[in-house]
Every structure is written in structure tokens, then in C-alpha cells.
T-cell receptor
Framework: AQTVTQSQPEMSVQEAETVTLSCTYD???????LFWYKQPPSRQMILVIR??????QNATENRFSVNFQKAAKSFSLKISDSQLGDAAMYFC??????????????FGTGTRLTIIP | EAQVTQNPRYLITVTGKKLTVTCSQN?????MSWYRQDPGLGLRQIYY???????DKGDVPEGYKVSRKEKRNFPLILESPSPNQTSLYFC?????????????FGDGTRLSIL
């Protein structure tokens, strides 16, 4: 079974600075998907960014980018120019390649990000 | 607007009183799933459904039931709730076609079992 580990329960960053959230995972599969979800105080689960394992290029979405190291099984999230609205719990998640079976997301335990004005 | 709707958003109840959390999606998605979120544990899958009348257990199914009689609805049933089922619950859905379809989440249901 796959596991996802987020070793930083809490992080803080000064507004406008850059912060990196860590995520490692364990799998024997060669192809899969990785995601970062944001959960603000409203409790919604908001997809921030996703990465296909077969793509070597790191995904980028505006101020959010990932550093995907497949051999090291590492998938960190970098937030540039941090804004107050980025304050939230961030979850890293893994999903196996769809094969018409369970499309379960396996989540890490989350990192709570605080933005300091 | 494409969405996954859960009801209720909050519920406080007592041990043993049967309850149902409803989940409905308007995107014609085949796949639906329930998760529970607990501090320090992240989200864990309870049950999932690949289509109408097709359901199966996830990682933490004990104490829960589901049904999928219609494509749009996937209710979560707690027949005899206990305090260890106090949690934040999420329903999610996604289409089956396409290799990379993200899951859409509902807004969550906070259950407190006294």
C-alpha cells in the first residue's frame, strides 16, 4: 500500500516571502499522480496543483510550483510571494493510475501554514 | 454550477441514533467516494462507488454503510453511531473517462457523536 508523509505539522512564513512544504511518499508503482490540496478555515478541499509521475517537468500554477524528485519519492510545494489568503492546511496526496478500479486518494497528515503580516 | 453537495454541514447527535449524510453531484460522475478527516491522520477513505449499484470498502469502513441507487447520490449511513465516529466527513466525485480527472469535493460535514 502507498503511504504519504508530511513531516512538517506547522510552518510559518512572512508575507511576500517564499515557503516550501515537504512531502515524501512510498510506492512500488511506476506511474501515478501526485496532488497538493489546500484546506482554508472554510474546510473546502481546493486542488492547488497536480503532477503526473511520467512527466519530468515540474508542474507550475501561478505562484505555486512543485519540485518532483521521482527517484527520491519527494514532492515538495513551493509558494512564492506568500499572501494572507494562502494561510491554510495543505495536504499532499497520491493516486494510482486509473485502471477502472478504486481511484482513492492517499493523503498525508497535512501541514498548517501561517502567513505573518 | 458544477458541485458536490453534502447535507447537513453540521450535526450533533447521540450514540446509537441512526443518521444519514447525503451527497449529491450534478456532473454525471461515475465515481464517488467518502472520506473522513481526523487531526494528525489526514483524510482516509471510508467507501467508494464506481457506478450505480457498485460499491466497495475503503480503508476505514467499520460502522458505516453506503448505497448507490442513482448516479447522482451516494449517502453515508451510520446505523448506530459511536463517539469514535466524531469527525469531519467529505464526499468526492470524479468522471471515469480521461487519465487525469481531479476529484471534486463537497464542503464537508462536521459530525459530533455524544
Amino acid at each position: 500500500a502507498q503511504t504519504v508523509t508530511q513531516s512538517q505539522p506547522e510552518m510559518s512564513v512572512q508575507e511576500a516571502e517564499t515557503v516550501t512544504l515537504s512531502c515524501t511518499y512510498d510506492t512500488s508503482e511506476s506511474d501515478y499522480y501526485l496532488f497538493w490540496y489546500k484546506q482554508p478555515p472554510s474546510r473546502q478541499m481546493i486542488l492547488v496543483i497536480r503532477q503526473e509521475a511520467y512527466k519530468q517537468q515540474n508542474a507550475t500554477e501561478n505562484r505555486f510550483s512543485v519540485n518532483f524528485q521521482k527517484a527520491a519519492k519527494s514532492f515538495s510545494l513551493k509558494i512564492s510571494d506568500s499572501q494572507l489568503g494562502d494561510a491554510a492546511m495543505y495536504f499532499c496526496a497520491y493516486r494510482s493510475l486509473p485502471n477502472f478500479g478504486n481511484e482513492k486518494l492517499t493523503f498525508g497528515t497535512g501541514t498548517r501554514l501561517t502567513i505573518i503580516p | 454550477e458544477a458541485q458536490v453537495t453534502q447535507n447537513p454541514r453540521y450535526l450533533i447527535t447521540v450514540t446509537g441514533k441512526k443518521l444519514t449524510v447525503t451527497c449529491s453531484q450534478n456532473m454525471n460522475h461515475e465515481y464517488m467516494s467518502w472520506y473522513r478527516q481526523d487531526p494528525g491522520l489526514g483524510l482516509r477513505q471510508i467507501y467508494y462507488s464506481m457506478n450505480v449499484e457498485v460499491t466497495d470498502k475503503g480503508d476505514v469502513p467499520e460502522g458505516y454503510k453506503v448505497s448507490r441507487k442513482e448516479k447522482r447520490n451516494f449517502p453515508l449511513i451510520l446505523e448506530s453511531p459511536s463517539p469514535n465516529q466524531t469527525s469531519l466527513y467529505f464526499c468526492a466525485s470524479s468522471p471515469r473517462e480521461g487519465p487525469n480527472q481531479p476529484q471534486h469535493f463537497g464542503d464537508g460535514t462536521r459530525l459530533s457523536i455524544l
